[in-house]
């Protein structure tokens, strides 16, 4: 069974861009979470989507937002990219939802903002 | 709030030692869930050993085992006969139960353990 992919694997983008993020989950599993990784704040969870509903979300900015789509892959969108957005931003699923604290990691998408 | 602490940034151990990673967290809540997650370099993360608060038998899975202390609050893990595969980023992790299907994982800021051969 193929594991939680997430693209583009490494990007590049400039102050004041957006950018999108894709998750395609383990085949059956209906929950995807986000969460932004950096080196001083560890991780940070940014939202959850179960069964194309956002169930839970972060503190983040309104510029971060997801959905999610009927076969459970997900996107993330940042708006505005400020320098601070610069981070690995992974996803996780889970079979059912994400409150069992069992997640499945992809291997993330590093962002770098100039 | 909850938090999580990680005190120890970076550990090295000797290949076959055993080493122990220092958890503790805070939280006002009495029931819970606590884990070890594991992330190899360039590698996805992945879960090593999962702990409820309400048990008291220490969660065990094969060379990695914890020492939980509910009344200290601390959930420390140990690895046995410590392998170059190891080496990795390991991040302890607390879900309280009161949010309902609001829970949210809290998680520390990591130990990098490298293991020498």
């Known amino acids: 069974k193929a594991g939680v992919t997430q693209t583009p694997r490494y990007l590049i983008k400039t102050r004041g861009q957006q950018v999108t993020l894709s998750c395609s989950p383990i085949?059956?599993?209906?929950?995807v979470s986000w969460y932004q990784q950096t080196p001083g704040q560890g991780l940070q969870f940014l939202f959850e989507?179960?069964?194309?509903?956002?169930?839970n979300k972060g503190n983040f900015p309104g510029r971060f937002s997801g959905r999610q789509f009927s076969n459970s892959r997900s996107e993330m969108n940042v708006s505005t990219l400020e320098l601070g957005d610069s981070a690995l931003y992974l996803c996780?699923?889970?079979?059912?939802?994400?409150?069992?604290?069992?997640?499945?990691f992809g291997e993330g998408s590093r962002l770098t903002v100039l | 709030a909850q938090t999580v602490t990680q005190s120890q940034p970076e550990m090295s151990v000797q290949e076959a030692e055993t080493v122990t990673l220092s958890c503790t967290y805070d939280t006002s809540e009495n029931n819970y869930y606590l884990f070890w997650y594991k992330q190899p370099p360039s590698r996805q993360m992945i879960l090593v050993i999962r702990q409820e608060a309400y048990k008291q038998q220490n969660a065990t899975e094969n060379r990695f085992s914890v020492n939980f202390q509910k009344a200290a609050k601390s959930f420390s893990l140990k690895i046995s006969d410590s392998q170059l595969g190891d080496t990795a980023m390991y991040f302890c992790a607390f879900m309280g139960t009161n949010a309902g299907n609001n829970r949210k994982l809290i998680w520390g800021l990591g130990t990098s353990l490298a293991v020498n051969p």
């Open positions: 996780a699923s889970s079979l059912t939802s994400a409150n069992t604290g069992e997640l499945f």
């Open positions: 989507y179960f069964s194309e509903t956002q169930r």
């Open positions: 085949s059956g599993h209906r929950s």
